[in-house]
């Protein structure tokens, strides 16, 4: 009869954290077009790669630009298709943070860290976004399940999982590398465990996740390895570096869990080592803090994105949400709320201003980097309205990327100002400005002037300015300038 009942629990919570992620899904899905955005500079960059489809790209790995590829393929190239596949892979990684919490410790633990997940500020802010996040942690969440699984059953399809997650994470973004790292640490810290390493599974999910990786190796070797020289140059600690932004960082961090759930992993921290012994306290702590160490010790020697560490986020979370569940519930609730309050206000700080009447500035606004372009693009479409033929010729992957997915309907062939040896962005890589684009009168559009490019050019003529008010404090402005008869570099 006990069986039956904790059977029927497992069964309620299961399904009601699966209806709460629908609800959760839909609403984000209503909230992005009402915010008045457009895409990211990331996320139209990613549009322009899911249209030339390859196995690597110049700062990223290609995963993202499949996913995309396939959620546009079904859906257009509209605004949600574009976003879709983080909005459901988020939530598909709250639902393997239930089935993490309920393997590790009880079905309630798992509801709650699932739950908790789906609504930390990390996620509520990248869950209005297509990122290689969405991919990473979703992979990473699901290698560390299939770790556990094959560990404890010894099954191969719990192996090939494993190696199959891992693989495919990396092909996300390279953080997924430091799964080994996590995972070799908490192979170490048990004598039994240290037998893995004789194991044929394990070196079969190796050798299956350099196999899906190898690709993207050969691609960086066709080209240089932009890839890898772009992940150096921002790792990259140069004589004139900062002191670092490891301050910033670990506000990031908190932020990113939210107040309530940052402390509950401190406290959880202490809890978690003097119960060392314990495989689930070994678990969770290996696969938080060497990520967490070694981002920290980058931002102490130069800079690190608080994004960088995401992975680790999901230990962390759930030891959070272990230590809280020791508590009263109304603590779990209270961090949860803080969360829901922080999200609430970010979605809905523009409904704020309109029902008082006054315009929102742009200093208030986290959104901002998203609005504008649209109306910006529109500014820009007559001008090749009035030369058919020109081609598009920007110095900088933001307009570049904007505009690519903005004018789409025209279908313009473009082109990036590129007098470097070495390509600095994706479009540099890939069309940059050649002779053989000489033939063709080219339109520059361009932030910055045209001083270092308009020497290079037999004839230069402005046609314009387009100029868009976005908001209070925040205007996007840049000229429209006719060139022809490229001389070269």
Partial sequence: MQDWNRSASRSTQAWL???????????????IPRLGVTLY?????YWTWAKDLDWGYYSKPPVIAWLIAATTAVFGDGLLAVKLSALLLYPATAWLLYLLGRRLYDGQTGFRAGLSFALIPLVSALGLAVSTDAPLLFCWALAMLALLRA???????DWLLLGVAVGLGIMAKYTMGAFAASAGLYLLTDRQRRRAFLHPGLWIAVALATLIVLPNILWNWQHDFPTLRHTAEITHVSENAKTGN???????QAGSLGPGFALAYLVGIGFALRRWHDPRSQFLLSFSLPLFGLVFFQAMRSEANGNWAAPALIAALLLSVVWLTRLRTRWWLGALAINIAVMLAAYHLGDYFQLTGKPQPARLDPLKRAKGWDALA???????????????????????AHLSYELRDLDLDAVAWAPNPHPADHYQLTVPLQAANGIRPLILVTQSGDDDVAPRFARR????????DVMPGLQRHVEIILLEGFRGY
């Fill in 17 to 31: 954290l699966l209806l709460l992620l629908l609800l959760l899904t839909a609403y984000r899905l209503w909230i």
């Fill in 246 to 252: 490891a301050g910033e960082f670990l506000l990031a």
């Fill in 151 to 157: 560990l404890e059953y010894d099954r191969w399809r």
């Fill in 41 to 45: 500079i990331d996320e139209a960059q």
């Fill in 461 to 468: 003529e402005k046609l314009g300015d387009v100029i868009v």
């Fill in 378 to 400: 529109d500014g820009v479409r007559p001008y090749f309205a009035a030369h058919p033929g020109a081609m598009l010729l920007t110095k900088d992957r933001t307009l570049m």
